[in-house]
T-cell receptor, first 114, second 116 residues
Framework: AQTVTQSQPEMSVQEAETVTLSCTYD???????LFWYKQPPSRQMILVIR??????QNATENRFSVNFQKAAKSFSLKISDSQLGDAAMYFC???????????FGKGITLSVRP | GAGVSQSPSNKVTEKGKDVELRCDPI?????LYWYRQSLGQGLEFLIY????????KSGLPSDRFSAERTGGSVSTLTIQRTQQEDSAVYLC??????????????FGPGTRLTVL
């Protein structure tokens, strides 16, 4: 069975600084997808960034980028120039197969200090 | 266009009562998922519908939980004889057909269920 581990329950970053959120996963599959979702207090899960396992190039979306290390099964999220609106819970997630159901980590609460 | 909607937003019920939670997916999305978010278990998959295929019910925690999807669109998650451990946020997500980039799931705002 696939597992996703987020070992840090909380992190804090100063506004305008950079923060990295860690995620590791375990799978025997070779073809899969990895995601980072943001969940603000409104509960709405918002996709931040996604990565296909077959792509060696790390995904980037504006201030968000990932460091995907397939051999190490690591998928960290870097947030640059942190903004107050980045404060939320962040979930790392994995999916594979035809049903593409998501397996989530426990999440990390990110706070941004003004 | 409209996103995934869920109703009610919040539901408070008494232990032993039945509840129904509704999900309206994005129009045209063939895949629909239910997830549960609770303090103890985190986010966990419950059930998956894809078109007219038999649903994947592998995540349902007990036979008190059931779900249906009518006409390939709206889905209802039913919890019978609710227990306090059923208290959680129930999230619905939908996905378009095909492979990547359509593997993205779009989530609704969830229903917070409180069982007293």
């Amino acid at each position: 069975a696939q597992t996703v581990t987020q070992s840090q329950p909380e992190m804090s970053v100063q506004e305008a600084e950079t923060v990295t959120l860690s995620c590791t996963y375990d799978t025997s599959e070779s073809d899969y997808y990895l995601f980072w979702y943001k969940q603000p207090p409104s509960r709405q899960m918002i996709l931040v960034i996604r990565q296909e396992a077959y792509k060696q190039q790390n995904a980037t979306e504006n201030r968000f980028s990932v460091n995907f290390q397939k051999a190490a099964k690591s998928f960290s999220l870097k947030i640059s120039d942190s903004q107050l609106g980045d404060a939320a819970m962040y979930f790392c997630a994995y999916s594979t197969g035809a049903n593409s159901k998501l397996t989530f980590g426990k999440g990390i609460t990110l706070s941004v200090r003004p | 266009g409209a996103g995934v909607s869920q109703s009610p937003s919040n539901k408070v019920t008494e232990k032993g009562k039945d509840v129904e939670l509704r999900c309206d997916p994005i129009s045209g999305h063939t895949a629909l998922y239910w997830y549960r978010q609770s303090l103890g278990q985190g986010l966990e998959f419950l059930i998956y519908f894809q078109g007219n295929s038999a649903p994947d019910k592998s995540g349902l925690p007990s036979d008190r939980f059931s779900a249906e999807r009518t006409g390939g669109s709206v889905s209802t998650l039913t919890i019978q004889r609710t227990q306090q451990e059923d208290s959680a946020v129930y999230l619905c997500a939908s996905r378009g057909a095909g492979g990547f980039p359509y593997n993205e799931q779009f989530f609704g705002p969830g229903t917070r269920l409180t069982v007293l």
